[in-house]
């Protein structure tokens, strides 16, 4: 896969990020549930989220390879997933603390959820970290020991300006499983940069066409932007591709101008159906939420117009950096939301 030219921004904050974690990093050897062999007397970080997470998985195997990297800090991560239930998140978080984990990270299922395991592990004087999904709006939030998440309203926004300045109408959303927290997210923050420029959204707001998603028959005619059909890609580039072609059944391939999608899994179905719709960049605005570097070629080929990255290796060493210091007694910086970065 070529890797020609690259966003300058982008590239430099990675190198800092790099260089400053080298600098602490050597060779030494940690472990886990799922693997690797560990030093049997080394400290345990219990990490939860749905099996079927690829992100989060990501995030892990990035905390994991650093921590494995560290010379004076290197526990052994063990992985606990199960299906995105509050009583499966509750219960590894149960498990990690009865077998003396020293931290414990979670992908939050629910508010609820976290709210709850943040709970029993206060009581249990474990350290919290939350990951991938923002829960600031808890009310015990600050009784975690960190977080790190992107926040998903900033990088909707970023491409919904893009959207708006060439001068995209007519939107089909495409997102993963429905109603996550972080699909919703997005979706308002894409509306919002037409919101913040006055534009009409047919009598609701951006956040509550998020919330809702009203057909367009329920606006109220003097909408000046409309999500024109709303798909869910579910957990596969394949659902993704069928749930576009479903779009085009209902729209037309003229019905629409823009295409919002949600993720770099989902992206690849839509631009195998619009490839064989005969339909690209040429002749409609495709923007994405991204979380690797193979979006960077498809903006480069043009199969896509912009990019916001999201990059699940940033969560991962920032959670390690966080750990490192609560572990060691240092000063952290305890709740995080990582840099975006666009890109056409």
Known sequence: MSRRRFPSAFLLALLILFVATVSACGGSGAGSKDGAAGDADAARIGFYAASDDSYAQRVKDVLERTFADDRDTNPVIEFEGGTETDEGQIAAIDDFISSGCKAIVAVGNSPEATIACIERCKAAGVPYFGAVRDFSSAPNARDSAGSTAYDCVSGGYLAGQDALARGVRKVINVEGASNQADATAQVFGFLKAYEDAGLSLGGYTAERIAAEKPSVSRLDGTQAVEIVFWASGGASSEEAREAFEEALRAVGKTGFDGVYIHGDLWTEGVIAALGDAGR??????????????????????????????????????LLYQQIKAYLEGSAYRAHLHPYFTSYT
Not at 292 to 315: F, K, M, N, Q, Y
Request: glycine share 18%.
């Open 280 to 317: 690209g960049t040429a002749d409609c605005w495709i923007g994405a939420m991204s979380d690797g570097e193979v979006s960077w070629d498809w903006a480069e080929d043009g199969l896509i117009t912009i990019g916001v990255g999201r990059p699940p290796t940033l969560e991962g060493i």
